[in-house]
């Protein structure tokens, strides 16, 4: 697929599409903005932690969140009034995800806060797929010679998190202890926990 994918290009189709809603009577300019105040106001990656923390100590929630990871995050209160899919994907000992999107940047901005800029690199995005090793190498993650990764490109439709490995020792830890523990970079897949 091919295309113009500047931001300025980005802005100009947002703007129309507001204009249409708003025209259409769909949205007013007012609804809109307390929509997009609101993804932005709770959006940081303290939410994707504690929906970690809970997966790790509830058996019952970690396989809901894996079955429909919409239902399960929403259960929790987030990704209210969102129309994207969340799947959620586990790390194992044999297994690891980590999370791109090759068109863009898309994510779950809830989940995750703002998406940081190596993300919505060209370099990030196109090397990911091809050699994920090294770039996971790169951001100081070195996995065992016999680890599958599985690359995930997230869409507009469909947003990808991880649920990292849960780190050794740690039984004794709370949900809070533990939720400080996951780290934006472990919920994308760049880092482990």
């Excluded at 932005?40 to 509830?58: E, K």
């Excluded at 790390?91 to 995800?97: I, R, S, V």
């Excluded at 940047?105 to 940081?116: E, N, Q």
Aim: proline share 4%.
């Amino acid at each position: 697929m091919s295309g113009d994918h500047s931001d300025a290009t980005i802005a100009r189709r947002v703007r129309r599409l507001e204009t249409l809603l708003e025209e259409k009577g769909v949205l007013s300019g007012a609804r809109l903005d307390e929509i997009i105040d609101a993804t932005v106001s709770g959006a940081t990656p303290a939410n994707g932690a504690r929906v970690v923390a809970r997966a790790w100590l509830d058996e019952g929630f970690r396989s809901r969140l894996l079955a429909d990871g919409t239902a399960a995050v929403r259960e929790l209160g987030f990704m209210e009034g969102s129309y994207q899919r969340l799947r959620v994907v586990e790390n194992t000992a044999t297994t690891h995800n980590v999370i791109v999107c090759t068109l863009c940047s898309c994510y779950p901005l809830r989940l995750l806060g703002p998406s940081p800029s190596w993300y919505k690199s060209e370099a990030y995005r196109s090397r990911v797929v091809r050699e994920p090793r090294a770039v996971l190498a790169e951001f100081g993650l070195e996995l065992p010679a016999g680890t599958e990764i599985t690359v995930w490109d997230s869409s507009a439709e469909t947003r990808y998190m991880v649920l990292p490995r849960r780190p050794e020792g740690t039984q004794d830890l709370g949900e809070e202890q533990l939720a400080a523990l996951v780290t934006r970079n472990a919920l994308i897949g760049t880092a482990a926990v």
